[in-house]
């Protein structure tokens, strides 16, 4: 979500009066590659861009590709074949062992119809969404379908049959949270890609050590709220780049804030009895992720205080709860206190454990077995179970 917050906002600040852009996507990845399906970048013809689609091996042709599209204003897809035995062309040697399929489409100032517009869509929703960007089949190259869970909010591709079979894919989208490219009638090979809403961080407590939480988060595209029930704690200079600031009692806290499956919390006040009342208050909620700073002793201090009130936390929740919140890196001081709550937080998000890569036997990056595609990770099990 960060990239397409970035694109829109560069793409915002840009004079087509004095210059021409494109956008560049992964649309396809056979093999590995630095970055998955979905990855990309804004170029324009000055030779900036924003985002990237490689890991910097592939952004200098690519923008040597954009310059061509932006005089013909006709959308292209360029294959990349980054194993070393294939690659002399590029005048590097990659080793990335793949095949990367890249559509590179222009945008200009009237584009908030096409696939600007699409990204409006998707910056501005709280729920997910499903996007297809068709990348090869002749005169439909860069057509979009978008649509949520219930109807085709935009598309500017006309063969009304394409669109809805096209139509039909990207709605299964929503029950297995996995994008692929596939091929329809005619050659037409699609992109259909599955797009989580940013991840909403709350933080409870407006601590010194919740600062750097907040920083982290912001640098992630996340959207962050800091609240807390003592208005000194939650001064705009102490959180400079949080979204919002609320001066919010426990008891109102599923009246004043939006709590969804993309929603993480994090209890940081250091007062027990206010952090065993939040968590009782966000059990009842659809928060993806609830952690609590502090030892383990002092979560189950609450669970025991409930049980004996006859509140009984169900197993669901139980493992909802991450209490001492974090991965086990060595933390203490604040920043690597942080990073550890954050670093777990993306673990959950994408459906991983956290650990270290070295000793990790599947492939990086999720993968369709059957055509060996790279996807993104997406995360939406943790309420299905």
């Known amino acids: ?4 917050k970035t694109i829109l906002s560069e793409y915002k600040k840009i004079d087509f009066a004095a210059r021409k852009a494109a956008l560049a996507t992964v649309v396809q990845v056979r093999g590995s590659s630095y970055r998955s399906p979905g990855a990309r970048m804004l170029i324009t013809d000055d030779g900036r861009w924003v985002g990237s689609i490689s890991g910097g091996c592939l952004e200098g042709d690519a923008l040597r590709q954009a310059r061509q599209v932006m005089v013909d204003r006709i959308p292209q897809t360029v294959t990349y074949d980054t194993r070393e035995e294939s690659n002399q062309n590029l005048g590097i040697g990659l080793g990335c062992n793949g095949v990367i399929d890249v ?5 200009n100032d009237t584009d908030l119809s096409a696939t600007i517009g699409c990204f409006e869509s998707i910056v501005a929703t709280n729920t997910p969404l499903a996007l297809a960007s068709v990348f090869a089949g002749g005169s439909n190259i860069g057509k979009k379908v978008l649509c949520n869970e219930n109807e085709i909010v935009y598309t500017n591709l006309s063969d009304v049959h394409l669109k809805e079979s096209i139509g039909k894919d990207l709605f299964q989208l929503f029950k297995t949270s996995t994008s692929q490219a596939k091929k329809y009638e005619h050659d037409t090979m699609v992109f259909i890609e599955f797009i989580q809403p940013a991840v909403s961080l709350i ?11 907040s920083q982290l988060a912001k640098t992630l595209g996340w959207d962050v709220t800091v609240t807390d029930e003592c208005v000194a704690h939650i001064a705009p200079l102490f959180f400079p780049g949080a979204d919002k600031l609320s001066l919010c009692q426990r008891s109102f806290i599923d009246r004043d804030f939006n709590i969804t499956a993309y929603t993480a919390c994090v209890l940081m006040s250091h007062n027990y009895e206010y952090d065993r009342d939040v968590l009782k208050k966000l ?10 700073l502090g030892p383990r002793k002092r979560y189950d201090k609450m669970l025991a205080e409930w049980k004996d009130a ?3 936390v169900s197993v669901k929740n139980v493992h909802r709860v991450h209490s001492p919140v974090g991965l086990d890196i060595g933390a203490e001081t604040p920043d690597e206190i942080a990073l550890s709550i954050i670093a777990e937080i993306q673990g959950t998000f994408a459906n991983r454990s956290g650990g270290y890569l070295k000793y990790r036997t599947s492939p990086i990056h999720q993968r369709d077995s059957a055509s060996d595609q790279v996807f993104k990770q997406a995360y939406m099990k943790s309420h299905d179970s």
């Open 310 to 312: 006859g509140f009984e």
């Open 283 to 292: 059990l009842s909620t659809e928060a993806a992720f609830i952690g609590m």
């Open 203 to 213: 933080i409870f407590g407006g601590g010194f050590d919740a600062r750097p939480v």
């Open 103 to 107: 559509l590179i489409e222009p945008v």
């Open 1 to 4: 979500m960060k990239e397409f």
